[in-house]
């Protein structure tokens, strides 16, 4: 709501392909998107295939809220696009972003209600050039919830999904094949999870394997406990069931389909964690300090 100001900057692929030195990497970052005296949030970012850069987030409005807003990167010039959604007595932002084509962007987020602090899930769909809200009764009567993740293989193949609150937090996802949203509620297999207790969505990836969803849910100890989930299109598929303490926070998949997760521990001396595999399981990835850290 207005209280996060992030610069976007982008990587300069062509060190990492040439074995630069970490002090010419470092050189070759540039600022890419400054919001100026907007207080702005930046929340992600995606290339569309052939066709611009989007950035999505929110922008600072004059009464003091969010607008959720995506900003497109043509040649050199980002342009701020206003999401058509009405938001009296709302605001809101946008948290992902996934585009299959120039003409095929999907963003998602939540506008919330600044009265009570009720969320409601937010889709857009863009055509290269101008926003859509998306129209669907995403949540049953009186549920809250707000959507983070968003997968776009083809104009007939999108993913979105968050978490819905009805009493406890809950994962859903919902499928568009190009002419009706169809509803999917992930099953919640790690048994570290406190049965009827919190779990929110983290990430999502699609491979030719399926839909890879990471959760975390709330352990017995209050605290999280992550896992990494697999849709074959017809059933859900354990891969990965992280301890009590250790969590998944993003997803991603190469070229060649192999699937990779990161994340952190509270309660091993190595905090940062990746992991790595595909539909047989993911396991664990030693991942070396760079060299003259102290940590």
Known sequence: MGGRHIVAVPAVAACVLLGCTATALASA???????????????????????????????????????????????SVWTPMAIP??????????????????????????????????????VAHGNGSSWTVVSQPWLAPGATG?????????????????????????????????FVWTQSIPPVMNGHCQTNAPAVVASAVATGDGLYLALDCQTPRFSFAGLAERFDGRHWHSVMRLPDGIEVTALTADS???VWATGFSTVLQTTAQVWTGGPSGMTWVAIPAPAGSTG
């Open 29 to 75: 970052w540039r600022v890419a998107l400054h919001p100026g005296g907007d207080v702005t949030s930046f929340e992600a970012l995606t290339a569309s295939p052939g066709g611009p850069v989007w950035a999505v987030g929110g922008r600072s409005t004059p009464d003091g809220y969010d607008a959720p807003t995506a900003w497109r990167r043509t040649g």
């Open 85 to 122: 959604v009405d938001l009296t007595g709302r605001w809101g932002y946008l948290q992902a972003v996934a585009a299959s084509g120039a003409g095929d962007v999907w963003a998602v987020g939540h506008t919330t209600i600044e009265s009570n602090g009720d969320s409601q899930p937010l």
């Open 146 to 178: 707000q959507f983070s993740v968003v997968v776009a293989r083809s104009p007939a193949d999108v993913w979105v999904g968050g978490t819905v609150a009805q009493g406890v937090s809950t994962p859903v996802l919902w499928h568009f094949n190009g």
């Open 256 to 258: 060649a389909g192999t």
